[in-house]
Structure formats: structure tokens, C-alpha cells
């Protein structure tokens, strides 16, 4: 009786093992899926809340930049902490407000158009008006206009 519960014992301990074996693989496999996916949380988690940080340091910046830029227009000093140069980049990339595109745009500018000689009036960014003048000078404009076209082709035909 002492050897078959030796025997009864090896034979449950190997098939023990054997189908442990295969279900510890199995086990494993879970355990490092669930492992995966809730690395995969806390990573969304930790996004998020980096997000929201940045969200509020942007607007903390936002709201200290224009604190500055409305002091430094009461006061001609300029904050040390802040290159000049970095504060014109910026402002220049910054959308302009109604008020700086109606100033800009209401300056008329006369602009020479060296192809034709002719002189363009030039509104803000670049749109070109209309300029009403009388016949005489309509004339005179025509004739400067032909004569720098007669210089400008003989220029290129010496080019070429």
C-alpha cells in the first residue's frame, strides 16, 4: 500500500505540474495584460493632467503678458526679465485687435511701381486705391509712365 500512494502521488504531482505549467502561462499572460492597461490609464490620466496645467500656465502667462504691455505703455521702462526683441516677435505673431487694423489701414501711402514709373496710392496692408486727378495731370501721368516703360526695355534688351 505504500508504494501505490508514492505512485499515486507522483502521478498527481506531474499532472499537476504540467497543467500548472500551461495555466501559469495563461495567468501570466492575463496578469500582464491587466498590467498594460492600467499602465495605459494612469499614462491618459497623467496627459490630462499635464494638459490641464499647461492650459492654466498658458493663461497665467497670458494674463502676465498683457499686464506688462499695459504698463509698459503707461511707463516707457522696459521689464528686464523680457528681451525686447522676444516682446516684438510675439506681438507680431499675436492677432491684431480692431482697433490696430483700422489705425493701420487708414494709412494712405504713396508708393512708387518702379516696372511702370507710375506712382500707386497704397491703404494699409497693401490694397491699392484709385487716385482722381484732372485730365491735364491723367496726361502727364501717362507720359512719365511711357517714357520710364521705353527705359525699362531698353535696359533688358542691353541684359540680354
Known sequence: MGKEKSRKKKRSSSESSSSSSSSDSSREKKR??????KLRKE??????????????????????????SQ???????????IPVELMEIS???????????????????????EETGRYRLIKGDG?????????????EINRQATQADGA??????LHK
Open 91 to 113: 506681438k507680431a505673431m499675436a492677432p491684431m485687435t480692431k482697433e490696430e487694423w483700422e489705425k493701420k489701414q487708414s494709412i494712405i501711402r504713396r508708393v512708387l511701381d
Open 152 to 157: 525699362l526695355f531698353q535696359a533688358q534688351t
Open 71 to 81: 504698463s509698459r505703455d503707461k511707463s516707457p521702462e522696459v521689464s528686464a526679465d
Open 43 to 68: 499614462q491618459k490620466k497623467t496627459e490630462k493632467i499635464i494638459k490641464k496645467k499647461l492650459k492654466k500656465e498658458k493663461k497665467r502667462l497670458k494674463k502676465e503678458y498683457l499686464k506688462r
Open 32 to 37: 500582464i495584460r491587466k498590467l498594460k492597461k
Open 127 to 139: 490694397e491699392v486705391l484709385e487716385e482722381i486727378v484732372s485730365k491735364e495731370r491723367h496726361k
